[in-house]
Every structure is written in structure tokens, then in C-alpha cells.
């Protein structure tokens, strides 16, 4: 317990924490964007993460790539594949009932958990570059960790200015406040949840690449994060970007030092009690809209 | 219930309490599993089927009932005691869950059920000086009923379920429930009271998945954690009450029925494809058939089709 004390254990655990947090912001971000504009759950949306994980192993397994440097391949390829698979499926429940919505993505997530289950098999992958850490001070952080959290701030803040400043992003805002009085305006609600679903696989296909360097994964890694993002916009506010952020690296630093302190069995738990503390005391989260309830 | 349908369910009955006089072992093992589905199944259809809350976690309920009803088995209980006790506690432990989650309303109670089952995994593997954490537990031969008592047993909660979803159905609770899931805000201003109904609706939901988790046990003879509350088992009994037609009586037992008999024949060697394929099966009826295989009958029969209504937000 003494060593818990020290502030070097308290800041590297911090450290740690952010990092985790960034990445998990990553993948919440998307998940509340689709949430916002469609009023859809997406019960797949951790399985679009692994969708990019494996995609990044393949990529290093095949050609050697680097999985930062796959990004430039992985996301394109994802944004195409969650706007394909909006136009082609999610888009047929939107506005239908929330069992509707639930059902089918949950479908969908049964579906990528076994195809990827039949392809790649349950042993865990893991994509080994990078070795060795950067040493600030008497902090260690592992080079890994390090470009993951980066990429991941980067990407996250990037689709944030994205939705503010840009006229497509304020479209999408515009959508995801009013879609009646969006559509009075002239704006294509049809192609802004297109794009908008692909950008939420975009960005939970990255955060699987940068996943990929850090953690070993098999299918059905997938099951542990879904409950951890809907941790995160449930603290964060379902539908707001910012407050996912916020969640996320919340999430991240508590699950640090929840392990410090306990176990890591402990630290998977965290996530659902926190979750279940917030619904049970403020269910529109830390910035949410209180009409969402 | 129409007497044409009570005559079917009589006839069903008879056809399967007479057949462990001919069928061999495995196939009364396959019916066995296909009555646990079809009790599960109605399960499922009674809370999420009738209120429109959609569980995730049922089978944290199964997983409950089943550890009751081993570690009862161990202490020397007789086994009817074990599974009467695997249902109480099963609906003892849903009372406080339902109370805090039946609080949230649509996503947010899918979300909070979502975890459930992995919680009680993690806390099965844990506590191990209960349930033996990952190494499990085996009953030994002489503790068990043979399989013929586990057939009828299971065949009975098959019976009971479907019976307490019919008698629910067609009465004011059933009403009710059915006033919650099309309009909750509505169905309280008329003097519904929902937080009973919703309640009482999941605490029946939770007993039934205990007393057929108890007799799993009895049928299996050996527990562990991951096979107490499997997420399959989630994924199952969502699909056949969908692929039969949600909050309806007989759409579960059609939907267990055709997706066990999918199931038989795609079988053991490929339980990925199986799985994948259960998942595709979901997605086409949500978007193509969102009443179910009843839904088809209920148009022929010019009735209205027990589809979901109720909108989003």
C-alpha cells in the first residue's frame, strides 16, 4: 500500500491511464457520433475496432507495415465499410423502434464475432513492433503506448474540429440536433448518417490498429470493450463527442489505478460499476441532454 | 387461447411425453435442449417480448439457477428441491436488479443488462471458495436423477412457461405489460402502476431461467463458469423468440423448434459457422420479418400482427 503513495507509482499509473483513455476516447467518440445522428445503438461497434486490429496484424504479418503507417490504408477501407454497411443494412431500422436497432446491430456483431472466429480462430494475435520505452524523468513509457495515445488525441481532436468548424461537420450537427428541421434546410439527412456511420468505423478501426500494438486480441476481444465504451458515453453523456472524450480518459486513468491497487480482474469490473453507478444517479451522464432519457 | 390451439398444444404434449418410449438417448437429448429453449425462450419473450425492454442478460439468470442447483445437489438436497430453490433464487437475486434497472428506460436498460452475464462470470470465477472458480464443479452420478426425470422435468418447464406466457397474454397483466411497451408515459397516466408490473414481469422472467439452469446441471452433471452463462445462450434465446414472433404465445416455441432443428444440422464441427449463421438469421428477420414467423399466419388470418410499435424516443 506504502509504494501506492509515491508519487512516481501515482504518475506513471497516471500516464498510463491517459494513455488507455485516449484510446478508448477514440473508439466512444464514434460510437456516440452514430448514436447523435441516428439515434442508434451500436452493439457492433467494438467488433468494427477488431475488424482494424486484424487488419492492421494482417498488414504487418504480410507486407511488415507498421501499423501507424497502415492507418493510411485502414481508414479509408473502414470509413467504405461503415458506409456501405449503413447504406446497405443499419440504414433499413433507423427511426424504427429501439428493439429494431439493438436487434440488427447486434446481429451484426454476432456475425463479425463468428466470421472472424472462422478465419483467424480464437488464439490471441498481437503485432510486436516498436520495442523499448521513452524515459522522461523517472517516468517509463513504452513506445507503443506512447504513438497510440498520440495517434489516437490526434484522430480524436481532428473529427472534433471536423464537426465544428467544417461545413459538413456542422451539417452533421445540425442532423444529429433536429433531422426534421435538417432536412428543411436542404441538407441530405440519408448521406450525412452514411458518413457519419463511416466515420464511427473509421475511427474505431483505428483505435484496433493502435490496439493492435499494445494488446494481444483474439474475436472475441470485442465483448470486454462494447461494455466499456457504453461505460464511457453512458459517464460521458450518450450523443455528446466531448463528453466521450472526457469518459474515456476518465475510464482509462480509474481502470490504472483500480489495477495498481486490486487486480486486473478488478479493473474489467470497474467499468460496469461505474457504469451502473451513473445510471442509477445522473442517467443523462456528465454533459448529456436531458431529453435522451 | 382457441380450442383448435388447445387441441395442437394437447396433441404436442402427448407426442412428447410419449416419445422417450421409442426415441434412443440422443435424440431425447436433443428434445430436452430444444424444451430448456423453449422455457428460456419464453423467458425472454415475457419481459423483453411483452414490456419492450430488451434484456441482454438473461442468461446470468440461468447461470444462477444452475449454481444453486449444483451446489443444493452437493449439500444433499432432493433434486426437485434443488430446482423449486434454483428458481426462488434466481428470482430472489432479479428482484434488486430489476428494482435498480427497470428504473431505465430503453437503451439504457439494454445497456445495464448488456453486462450482467459477464459480471456474474467474473464473479463465479472469483468467489471461488463457492463455485470453485474456473476448474468447476462435478456432481458425482449418484447425486443425479436419471435422464428420463430430467426429460419430463425439462418438458414441464417448457409447459409452465409456455402456459404462464398464455394465461399472462390474455389477461389484464398481460394487457398491461403490453399498454408499458406501446406507450409507457401513456399507460402510467391511465392508472397502470408500471413499476410493479415491470417488476413482477422480470422477477417471473428470472425464475423461469433458474429452474431450467437447475435441471441443466441435473442433465450435464458438470458447471463452470463460462458454461453457466454463456453469451450464446443470449444470443439463442433472442433469436428464436424474434425468428417466431416477439410477445407473442407460440412464436417462441416455433422459433426454438426451427432454430434447433437449423442448429441439428449444421451441427458440432463448425460452432463459429453455427453462431454466424444465427447472427445472419437475426439480422434478416429484423429487417425483413420484424413480427416473426407469426406474423405470416396473422396476416393470412387477417389479424393484426404483434409488431413492436412503440417509436424510439
Avoid at chain 1, 465544428?164 to 426534421?180: D, F, N
Avoid at chain 2, 409452465?160 to 411497451?181: C, M, P, Q, Y
Amino acid at each position: 500500500m506504502q509504494e501506492l503513495l509515491d508519487p512516481v507509482v501515482l504518475g506513471q499509473l497516471l500516464i498510463g491511464g491517459l494513455l488507455a483513455g485516449a484510446l478508448y476516447a477514440l473508439l466512444a467518440c464514434g460510437l456516440n457520433l452514430v448514436f447523435g445522428v441516428m439515434r442508434i445503438i451500436n452493439i457492433a461497434h467494438a467488433d468494427l475496432m477488431l475488424v482494424g486490429a486484424f487488419a492492421a496484424w494482417v498488414l504487418f504479418a504480410t507486407l511488415g507495415l507498421n501499423p501507424v503507417v497502415a492507418l493510411a490504408l485502414v481508414v479509408p477501407a473502414a470509413f467504405l465499410f461503415g458506409y456501405g454497411l449503413q447504406a446497405v443494412l443499419i440504414e433499413r431500422v433507423v427511426g424504427r423502434p429501439l428493439l429494431a436497432s439493438l436487434l440488427a446491430t447486434y446481429g451484426v456483431s454476432i456475425l463479425l464475432v463468428n466470421l472472424g472466429l472462422l478465419i483467424f480462430g480464437s488464439d490471441y494475435k498481437s503485432v510486436p513492433v516498436w520495442q523499448g520505452s521513452f524515459v522522461v524523468g523517472e517516468f517509463v513509457i513504452p513506445k507503443p503506448r506512447a504513438a497510440a495515445g498520440a495517434v489516437a488525441v490526434a484522430l480524436a481532436l481532428g473529427v472534433y474540429f471536423f464537426l465544428e468548424r467544417t461545413r459538413l461537420g456542422k451539417a452533421m450537427r445540425a442532423v444529429s440536433e433536429h433531422p426534421h428541421v435538417a432536412t428543411i434546410c436542404g441538407i441530405d439527412t440519408r448521406r450525412i448518417r452514411m458518413i457519419a456511420f463511416g466515420l464511427a468505423a473509421a475511427m474505431a478501426a483505428a483505435a484496433g490498429a493502435m490496439l493492435s500494438m499494445i494488446y494481444s486480441f483474439s474475436p472475441l476481444t470485442s465483448a470486454d470493450f462494447i461494455q466499456k465504451c457504453f461505460a464511457i458515453i453512458i459517464i460521458g453523456g450518450m450523443g455528446n463527442f466531448l463528453g466521450a472524450l472526457y469518459g474515456g480518459l476518465l475510464l482509462g486513468v480509474v481502470e490504472a489505478y483500480v489495477g495498481g491497487v486490486l487486480t486486473t480482474q478488478w479493473a474489467e469490473a470497474v467499468a460496469y460499476l461505474l457504469l451502473v453507478l451513473v445510471l442509477l444517479v445522473r442517467p443523462t451522464g456528465l454533459r448529456g441532454a436531458a431529453d435522451v432519457r | 387461447m382457441s380450442v383448435r390451439q388447445l387441441a395442437v398444444a394437447a396433441a404436442l404434449v402427448a407426442a412428447a411425453a410419449a416419445l422417450p418410449l421409442v426415441a434412443s438417448e440422443y435424440h431425447q437429448s436433443f428434445m430436452l435442449q430444444l424444451f430448456m429453449m423453449v422455457a428460456l425462450a419464453q423467458a425472454w419473450n415475457l419481459i423483453s417480448g411483452m414490456t419492450g425492454y430488451v434484456s441482454f442478460g438473461h442468461a446470468a439468470f440461468f447461470g444462477i439457477g444452475a449454481y444453486a442447483g449444483a451446489l443444493l445437489l452437493q449439500y444433499g438436497f432432493p433434486w426437485w428441491l434443488a430446482v423449486v430453490k434454483g428458481a426462488l433464487i434466481a428470482a430472489a437475486v432479479s428482484a434488486p436488479i430489476g428494482l435498480l434497472t427497470l428504473r431505465l428506460r430503453g437503451p439504457y436498460f439494454a445497456i445495464a443488462m448488456l453486462g450482467l452475464n459477464e459480471v456474474a462470470r467474473i464473479v463465479a470465477t472469483l468467489w471461488v471458495d463457492l463455485t470453485r472458480g474456473g476448474s468447476g464443479i462435478s456432481l458425482s452420478p449418484a447425486l443425479l436423477p436419471g435422464l428420463s426425470v430430467n426429460y419430463y422435468t425439462m418438458l414441464l418447464l417448457a409447459i409452465a412457461a409456455t402456459a404462464l406466457v398464455a394465461w399472462i397474454h390474455r389477461g389484464r397483466f398481460g394487457l398491461e405489460l403490453r399498454a408499458i411497451r406501446e406507450d409507457e408515459g401513456a399507460a402510467e397516466m391511465v392508472g397502470v402502476n408500471t413499476v410493479r408490473n415491470k417488476l413482477s414481469a422480470f422477477v417471473l422472467s428470472a425464475a423461469i431461467p433458474g429452474a431450467v439452469g437447475a435441471v441443466f446441471v441435473m442433465y450435464t452433471s458438470y458447471l463452470n463458469p463460462s458454461s453457466a452463462f454463456a453469451a450464446s445462450l443470449n444470443i439463442q434465446m433472442i433469436v428464436m423468440v424474434m425468428f417466431g414472433g416477439t410477445g407473442t404465445v407460440w412464436g417462441p416455441v416455433l422459433g426454438a423448434g426451427i432454430v434447433m432443428l437449423v442448429r441439428e444440422f449444421l451441427w458440432a464441427q463448425f460452432p463459429a459457422l453455427h453462431l454466424a449463421l444465427l447472427g445472419a438469421m437475426l439480422l434478416v428477420v429484423v429487417l425483413f420479418l420484424p413480427g416473426g414467423v407469426m406474423s405470416v399466419f396473422a396476416r393470412r388470418k387477417r389479424m393484426r400482427p404483434e409488431v413492436i410499435t412503440r417509436e424510439s424516443r
